[in-house]
């Protein structure tokens, strides 16, 4: 029977435990387990009166619940409904007040600063002047009693001193800002003084290099018509300055990273960065397609390196290279840029080279299934040819009716089980000779935006992107050989 009794309260002192309500304010105890004479009440629905309790309860990272419960010692007695004999309510509006750091007490009303300010008192009566003594005191006392002191010079001269430190701490801050908004936007000023950098994000060789190439193209960007949303042109410029375009665009070839990043690097969207790369496409394609880059026989003569002296009469070397490409969704189009060489979806162009280095000839992008041979043929080369020029290419270009006058090329063997000592010789010095234009082909692609798979979304313009590209290589970098730099120097003398 005993046993019973235990079990039965301790039951009994369980649901006493979980029905108990207790204050939520700061330092104070109440539980309406030990004190039925205080009521608990809710916080309001009022979403302001709410606010209001809360701020007064002063908890931190706090948000009442349904449970949540302020006890009635911390209103006042006009808080409440007058209901004797019935449970204790609160009038609407009602806001806690009384708290253990107020001492359970409403301080009283601070007085204004009008109140608390001490009043000078009322100034003496003005009596008539009567005599001319009196009015030339009045005109020879002055109109108030301050003076100067040594206490107050010592304030002065300590306030002017804390105005000139000011002063020049809010300078040194001017200079800070301006060099923490210099560092969070990448634009060319952050790189003017290393030219490492300016090779990394431009393949320009230094800032001077960049800025005469700069030079050359600046009076035409005052007629550059640019790309916008609506699909249409428009004159107006964008937040970046003109040469901050540019290197946008040239760090957008140099390190291939995505629009969306270009973006958060010069702190602009990522539709804008893309109208801005299209934009400098089509403008440098233009300005530097209008510069002839091909060269007569006679400045090929004049530059020719000794090395060609056994093929003097060559006016180009060409080869072909192929860019990785997004494999489109369609099988026609897959058909038509899928290279059985490369394994995998590519653009595939034609670059020539004159004997002494620099770039003179650069056909469009055409898909990766062509042929040298088509793709000769189509590249837009064969008129500039003549039948007093030479070209020298590779064992893939069938191409001896399509050129004029000679060409250079590789020996095959043939039917042959081994090929003549003359021809292993001649293979090997065009080989030696060729593998030139594969070095100024290495040289673009150092561009690693050609150098990763090519999205299908910017095909629309990747043919003038790699033409300036190649274009480029022209102004960024200098000759092929070290030699050939002293030799064109000899020729110059």
């Known amino acids: 029977m005993s046993g019973f009794r235990v079990k039965e309260r301790r039951l009994a002192y369980q649901r006493v435990k979980k029905t108990a309500l207790h204050c939520c304010v700061p330092l104070c105890a109440n539980s309406s387990r030990y004190n039925s004479t205080i009521s608990f009440h809710s916080f309001p629905v009022d979403v302001l009166v709410r606010a209001e309790w809360m701020v007064r309860v002063r908890r931190d990272d706090f948000t009442p619940s349904k449970t949540s419960r302020v006890c009635s010692r911390h209103f006042q007695k006009g808080d409440f409904v007058n209901n004797p004999g019935k449970l204790r309510r609160l009038k609407k509006g009602a806001i806690p007040a009384l708290f253990s750091w107020n001492n359970f007490q409403i301080p009283a009303p601070r007085a204004s600063v009008w109140e608390r300010r001490p009043r ?183 530059n020719l390196p000794p090395e060609f002296k056994e093929y003097a009469d060559t006016q180009v070397i060409v080869d072909c290279t192929e860019l990785r490409c997004q494999t489109p969704s369609s099988l026609v189009l897959q058909s038509e840029v899928y290279s059985h060489y490369k394994s995998h979806c590519t653009f595939k162009a034609m670059i020539g080279m004159a004997p002494h280095g620099p770039l003179t000839f650069v056909s469009a992008l055409y898909g990766g299934s062509i042929s040298d041979r088509e793709l000769f043929r189509l590249s837009g080369i064969i008129p500039l040819l003549s039948p007093d020029m030479a070209v020298m290419v590779d064992k893939g270009f069938r191409v001896d009716k399509l050129v004029p006058g000679r060409l250079h090329r590789p020996a095959f063997r043939s039917n042959k089980e081994q090929m003549a000592a003359q021809d292993v010789l001649e293979t090997q010095s065009i080989a030696r000779l060729r593998v030139h234009v594969e070095r100024l082909i290495r040289r673009v692609k150092e561009n690693k935006l050609f150098d990763t798979v090519i999205p299908l979304s910017i095909s629309g313009s990747i043919n003038q992107l790699f033409t300036v590209s190649c274009i480029l290589c022209n102004y960024q970098n200098g000759p092929l050989v070290k030699d050939w730099r002293e030799h064109k120097s000899q020729v110059e003398i």
């Not at 190439?213 to 640019?226: G, H, K, V």
């Not at 760090?251 to 990522?270: A, D, K, M, P, V």
Request: with cysteine; proline share 4%; charged share 25%.
């Open 120 to 302: 000078a008192d009322s100034p003496p009566p003005v009596h008539d002047i009567d005599s001319e003594e009196e009015m030339e005191l009045a005109t020879l006392a002055p109109d108030h009693d301050y003076c100067i002191t040594p206490t107050t010079a010592m304030v002065a001269d300590q306030l002017a001193e804390e105005n000139d430190t000011l002063r020049q701490k809010v300078k040194e801050l001017e200079l800070q800002i301006q060099a923490l908004q210099l560092r969070s936007c990448l634009g060319l000023k952050r790189f003017a003084g290393s030219d490492e950098d300016i090779r990394f994000y431009t393949r320009f060789h230094s800032y001077d290099h960049l800025m005469a190439f700069w030079r050359l193209i600046e009076p035409a960007t005052s007629r550059m018509i640019r790309v916008t949303t609506e699909k249409t042109t428009s004159n107006r410029s964008t937040k970046l300055l003109p040469i901050d375009e540019l290197f946008l665009f040239l760090n957008y070839l140099s390190t291939g990273c995505t629009q969306r990043e270009l973006g958060h690097r010069f702190n602009i969207r990522r539709t804008t960065a893309s109208r801005i790369i299209t934009t400098w496409a089509n403008f440098l394609y233009c300005v530097l397609g209008a510069v002839c880059i091909w060269m007569t026989p006679e400045e090929i003569t004049a």
